[in-house]
């Protein structure tokens, strides 16, 4: 009797042949697909990953993907199919090395931060006395440069990634001007998060910055949140930190310890699917995303499966069509207060003129 453990066994990289599409082999353990370069499939785990859409799985997800049919129907094209088994190695998740040299002195992040980013020292300080950010030194190809570090945390409180921020600019060097890079061996799941009060719901932006964006605009409103940067658009990020939340609320991790981090997503499905969680909690995810097409058709998505996905977007930038929170930051620092004006009016008076808007009424 074939058994659901069997069916995970067919070879992912045959199944795909009969699918029709085309890999390249990268090694012995690695391919990639053809049309899309962040596509891999590891003949090691019998699994796939792909990496601009946040998507994982095994060979029945991997068939229920790109053939577009249901579990059921992928189960019977493996079964009837002749392919051979491919021998699966457990996935094992290495602890994250952290061997980035640090600065003791936090300067040069904290003059970046202030004046490229406009965020205000009590923001940086909220988040450095957390022990989420750090000054260290990037060191690659004989060049070396000081950058922002962005610690990821998981629930117990271990170090399990990092983002790096570059302070200086190197247009030479990288396309946008400052190096942006994810630590090697990240755990990805976990983001950087800070906690306000006793968490009750979860606030999700794409990057640290952004995160720290929105809070310096809306801290005055926060309350009983958890805010968390996914590091891009990441499914799997929302996925851990809604099961570590209801884990808090048990008091128990056991479950969240236990299970595969690889398949986070897949809980986060079965939960949807199988549990009233998301009916009792309807405020439970809001995304603070970036305003521009990825940002909103990754909200979509979610909302098509089913999540009850809250949104708070920054408004859209006219010129270009897009906007992030750190711009809208930006924004609101630059544009003149109500008492700007008034001084700018009783000084134009003083000096014999006339404000602009009774000039422009006149003609």
């Not at 042949?17 to 899309?36: C, D, M, N």
């Not at 990953?49 to 579990?71: C, N, P, T």
């Not at 630059?334 to 009424?361: I, K, M, N, T, V």
Request: glycine share 6%; charged share 30%; with cysteine.
């Amino acid at each position: 009797m074939i058994t659901l453990e069997t069916i995970k066994k067919k070879s992912i990289v045959d199944v795909a042949g009969a699918l029709g599409i085309p890999l390249k082999r990268l090694s012995s353990t690695l391919y990639e697909q053809v049309e899309h370069d962040s596509f891999k499939i590891f003949t090691n785990t019998n699994t796939f990953k792909w990496f601009s859409r946040d998507i994982q799985g095994d060979v029945i997800d991997f068939v229920q993907l790109l053939a577009g049919v249901s579990f059921k129907e992928a189960i019977h094209f493996l079964d009837k199919g002749d392919f051979p088994e491919q021998e699966v190695q457990a996935l094992k998740l290495e602890p994250f090395r952290y061997y980035l040299p640090e600065s003791k002195d936090f300067g040069s992040a904290r003059t970046y931060l202030k004046t490229i980013r406009h965020l205000s020292d009590e923001t940086i300080n909220t988040f450095g006395r957390q022990g989420f950010l750090a000054q260290g030194q990037w060191q690659s190809d004989n060049h070396t440069e000081p950058v922002v570090v962005f610690k990821s945390k998981d629930h117990h409180g271990r170090l399990v990634g990092a983002s790096l921020q570059g302070i200086e600019e190197h247009p030479d060097r990288y396309k946008r001007g400052r190096l942006k890079k994810i630590m090697k061996g990240s755990h990805g799941y976990a983001g950087v998060s800070l906690a306000i009060g006793k968490p009750k719901r979860l606030v999700f932006a794409e990057s640290a910055i952004d995160l720290m964006s929105y809070y310096e605009c809306h801290k005055e409103e926060l309350s009983d949140v958890r805010l968390v940067s996914m590091e891009g658009l990441k499914k799997s990020v929302i996925a851990y930190h809604v099961i570590r939340l209801a884990s808090e609320e048990k008091g128990d991790f056991s479950f969240l310890d236990e299970l595969d981090k690889g398949r986070l997503t897949n809980y986060l499905d079965m939960i949807l699917r199988s549990t009233t969680h998301f009916q009792t909690h309807e405020q439970l995810i809001t995304l603070v995303v970036d305003n521009d097409k990825a940002g909103r058709d990754f909200i979509a998505k979610l909302q098509e499966q089913g999540f009850p996905v809250q949104k708070d977007l920054p408004p859209l930038d006219i010129f270009d069509g897009k906007s992030d929170w750190n711009e809208e930051l930006i924004r609101q620092k630059q544009e003149p207060s109500l008492d700007d004006w008034l001084c700018q009016f009783y000084e134009e008076r003083s000096h014999g003129f006339r404000p602009s808007q009774e000039l422009a009424l006149e003609l």
